[in-house]
């Protein structure tokens, strides 16, 4: 508690002199505003209960679709958002894409089938390998050249879907580079869109993915994207049969961003052996002026609601008690919308992953 009691002191320490230098004073009056801001969703599994943590029913999956179909949403590629964030341009209120990870058979089957007759386009994000093996789960080469001559997108998402912050440059680089050229001479065409494997991502990464030559590169924290985020690390509302239910559902596609800036910790890979503190001090600038900060609630996956301190106008200070444990943790940021937004919310995520687990 002595550690944990003089990092709190150094941050505010950092804080106020960040107010002193002029950093908050500007972020409060000259702030990018958000142009493009839309929601993407995240399938991996339909139909099939064996995995319920990776998979939705098809009764759910009916009933996401029909609240899709009635008429309050804009459902596009996922490519489309990107473009507009590009450009910084506008989309209509509750842009919607739906993405799924890992292209396995129930994807072909069951999933795509009912997206594909209610006219709404998929990005697809595959890992190769498991396609080359042949594996009796997943689909084959020839269902991913009908789905995409049907018009869905494909995205990379490595050869073997390792946990890429345990790994070294040499093999990241490898699988991104040898899961293109197979997506190539299979597909006749390299992807422009990425997924970090279990939504592990780290700093390096992003410039990895960038240097690579994606567009563009999601992870599997929850919120919604703006042309204000980092196109490399950007959110999705990853769904299954335990948060797939029609309450969430609508909290999800009808979610805003919440435009953050000055990020501390700057990584998302923590490392407590090399010395980095566990739990890590996170913080943010809010960037606009979207409402009462005093409502603004935080969680962390692994203890619940988070401590929240205030300095200044839009500076938060989020405080966990307990260490994150091995493998992945989530933040969850929210705050009511007013006004002509009463009823939905801003959302703020994060995952967070300890090398390990």
């Known amino acids: 508690m002595i550690s944990f009691s003089i990092t709190m002191a150094a941050r505010r320490l950092m804080a106020i002199s960040a107010v002193a230098g002029g950093m908050l004073a500007a972020v409060a009056s000259a702030h990018a505003e958000v142009s493009t801001a839309a929601v993407a969703l995240m399938y991996h599994r339909f139909g099939d209960d064996r995995f319920p943590s990776t998979n939705v029913t098809l009764d759910q999956l009916d009933a996401h679709i029909a609240e899709l179909r009635s008429g309050g949403y804009n459902v596009v590629h996922l490519s489309t958002i990107v473009d507009a964030m590009e ?3 506008a989309l209509p ?20 089938p ?19 093996q042949g594996l009796a789960d997943m689909m084959t080469w020839d269902q991913l050249r009908q789905m995409q001559a049907e018009g869905a997108e494909i995205g990379g998402h490595t050869v073997s879907h390792l946990h890429m912050p345990e790994a070294d440059e040499t093999r990241n680089r490898a699988e991104m580079t040898e899961s293109n050229a ?3 001479a299979e597909l006749g ?3 422009t869109l990425f997924a970090y494997p279990y939504g592990e991502a780290s700093s390096a990464l992003l410039d990895m993915v960038r240097e690579v030559g994606y567009r563009a590169a999601f992870g599997q924290h929850s919120g919604a994207m703006s042309d204000v985020d980092d196109r490399f690390y950007l959110p999705r509302f990853p769904l299954n049969e335990t948060y797939a239910d029609m309450g969430r559902f609508k ?10 800036s000055d990020l501390t910790p700057a990584d998302m890979t923590v490392r407590p052996d090399d010395g980095e503190a566990n739990p890590p001090a ?16 935080c969680f962390f996956s692994h203890e619940g609601a988070a401590s929240i301190e205030r300095i200044g106008s839009r500076r938060i200070e989020v405080r966990a008690t307990t260490p994150m444990p091995k493998g992945r943790s989530r933040l969850n940021c929210t705050l009511p919308g007013r006004g002509e937004h009463s009823g939905r919310w801003y959302w703020y995520g994060r995952q967070f992953v300890i090398p390990g687990g």
């Open 87 to 89: 450009r910084g341009e």
């Open 93 to 112: 209120d509750r842009t919607v894409a739906i993405t799924i990870d890992d292209a396995y058979r129930t994807v072909f089957e069951a999933g795509w």
């Open 114 to 132: 009912k997206f594909r007759d209610a006219g709404m386009p998929v990005t697809l994000f595959v890992s190769t390998g498991p396609i080359d």
């Open 182 to 184: 197979r997506f190539e």
């Open 189 to 191: 065409q390299v992807p």
């Open 251 to 260: 909290t999800a596609v009808n979610a805003m961003p919440l435009a953050v």
């Open 282 to 297: 996170v913080g943010f600038t809010v960037m606009d002026d979207v409402g009462d900060l005093d409502q603004l609630t």
